[in-house]
């Protein structure tokens, strides 16, 4: 994702990806370097299914990806980083790439309460 002005759709993609505090904390760990998977959940306190299924929105937002290596004694093990990716969030951003939007709404969920 290094093009310089993402499309509505991606932008809408990428900050729903960033919207999860354990999210935001994957990224945070992966800037400073790939990890795998059982390093990152441990360091991150949650379990690897719950792990996988962040990662894999985040993959899917085109902030991270992922490849197998073997380790020393044989193990397939999965590496995450982060991909080269900087988008600048400004009001002319936000106008251009909302003139290129498709998607017409999110599906809606529970509503949040507004803080005051």
Known sequence: MTQDRPTG?????????LANPLRLRIVAKLANGRDYV???AREIGISR???????????AA????????LSE????MKYYELTDFDVRLTPTTL?????????VDLPK???RKERS
């Open 9 to 17: 759709d991606d932008l809408v993609e990428m900050l729903a990806a």
């Open 38 to 40: 059982s390093r990152l």
């Open 49 to 59: 299914p719950l792990l996988h299924m962040h990662l894999q929105r985040l993959e």
């Open 62 to 69: 085109g902030l991270i990806v992922g490849s197998f290596e």
């Open 73 to 76: 004694d044989g193990k397939a």
């Open 95 to 103: 106008a251009e790439a909302a003139e290129t939007l498709t998607i």
């Open 109 to 111: 969920g529970p509503a």
